[in-house]
């Protein structure tokens, strides 16, 4: 029997970071904390996932970056996303 491990999958390491940000769609924003990072993706903590679409800009205010992001995953209050 073969054991993997899909605690890992993503193809890019993610650095550990605690960065505010926007989720910004059509005339709305909604803040939000950066948790970590990579080239390919983040996830964010939010308040609330009520009204937050799919697809989004994501605008990391310290860094003054702009990523248009495409949800992966949902849970709780955390969101991931991968960059297109």
Do not use: H
């Not at 989720?23 to 080239?39: A, D, P, T, Y």
């Not at 390919?40 to 009520?50: H, I, K, N, T």
């Amino acid at each position: 029997m073969t054991v993997v491990d899909f605690t890992e999958v993503r193809k890019t390491r993610r650095r550990q970071i605690l960065e505010m940000a926007l989720i910004r769609f059509g005339n709305m924003s909604i803040g939000c904390v950066v948790r970590n990072l990579s080239e390919a993706g983040a996830a964010l903590g939010v308040g609330s996932q009520r009204g937050i679409p799919d697809q989004f800009t994501l605008i990391v205010i310290s860094k003054k970056k702009i990523y248009s992001c495409q949800v992966v995953w949902r849970r709780d209050r955390t969101i991931g996303v991968s960059f297109y």
